[in-house]
Structures are given as C-alpha cells and as structure tokens.
C-alpha cells in the first residue's frame, strides 16, 4: 500500500491512501473517511477495492 500511495499517479496515490486511512489508521467509517479525503462515494469505493487488489496482486507472484 505504501508504494502505490507514493505512485505519481493520483489514482493510484488515493488508492493506496484510503486503505490505510480506513483500515489501519482506524480514521472512521467509510463515509468519514471518503469526506476527509474529499472523494465521492463512489470513487472511494473503486479507489478502495484497487488499493486492496493491486499490493495482493503483486505478491501472486
């Protein structure tokens, strides 16, 4: 998560930001949390799941 929230990409920056803020950071629920990053709803949610599927990816192998 670390390395796709430093990514250039914005996309992929808020991708890696938000499960961290979510999950580790405890920073509220779902609806807090994409109301402190300044997201929809729906961008959180997408931002979300590829924050989550991209590191597990990368570890497949």
Do not use: C, K
Request: glycine share 10%; charged share 25%; proline share 5%.
């Amino acid at each position: 998560m670390e390395a796709l929230a430093a990514s250039p990409v914005a996309a992929d920056a808020e991708a890696g930001r938000i499960p961290r803020a979510y999950g580790v950071d405890r920073s509220g629920i779902h609806g807090q949390v994409a109301r402190s990053l300044r997201v929809s709803r729906a961008t959180y949610l997408r931002r979300l799941r590829h924050g989550m599927v991209a590191p597990a990816a990368r570890h497949r192998g």
